[in-house]
């Protein structure tokens, strides 16, 4: 069983940067795909990107691409979301997950995921 705990969410202005924290445990960190998908208020929830823990190899969804960045800290079993250029789209409830597949972020379900947090994009 994973567990997995996001912190670093909060407001900011358009423009503004924010990075996210997901702390995992309950399994082989260095072998997994982690992920981050996020969900709007009355709308689906999308992926907007992964990253395998092992390789380091990332995948995003197109509007978040040059924009955002994971990355992960394999001794502390930690992943990363730094959000850069934020815009009021971007507002939504973010979530950290294990990804069924890794590069198919527009389409993949997940296995597990934390409980979320929220960002809110705003002037």
């Known amino acids: 069983q994973v567990q997995l705990v996001e912190s670093g969410g909060g407001s900011v202005q358009p423009g503004g940067s924010l990075r996210l924290s997901c702390a995992a445990s309950g399994a082989t960190f260095s072998r997994y795909c982690m992920g981050w998908f996020r969900q709007r208020p009355g709308k689906e929830r999308e992926g907007v990107g992964s990253?395998?823990?092992?390789?380091?190899?990332?995948h995003y969804r197109d509007s978040v691409r040059g924009r955002f960045t994971i990355s992960r800290d394999n001794a502390k079993n930690t992943v990363y979301l730094q959000m850069n250029t934020l815009q009021p789209q971007d507002t939504a409830m973010y979530y950290c997950?294990?990804?069924?597949?890794?590069?198919?972020?527009?389409?993949?379900?997940?296995?597990?995921w934390g409980q979320g947090t929220q960002v809110t994009v705003s002037s």
């Open positions: 997950a294990v990804p069924e597949h890794c590069s198919r972020i527009t389409t993949t379900s997940y296995e597990y």
């Open positions: 990253i395998y823990t092992g390789s380091g190899q990332e």
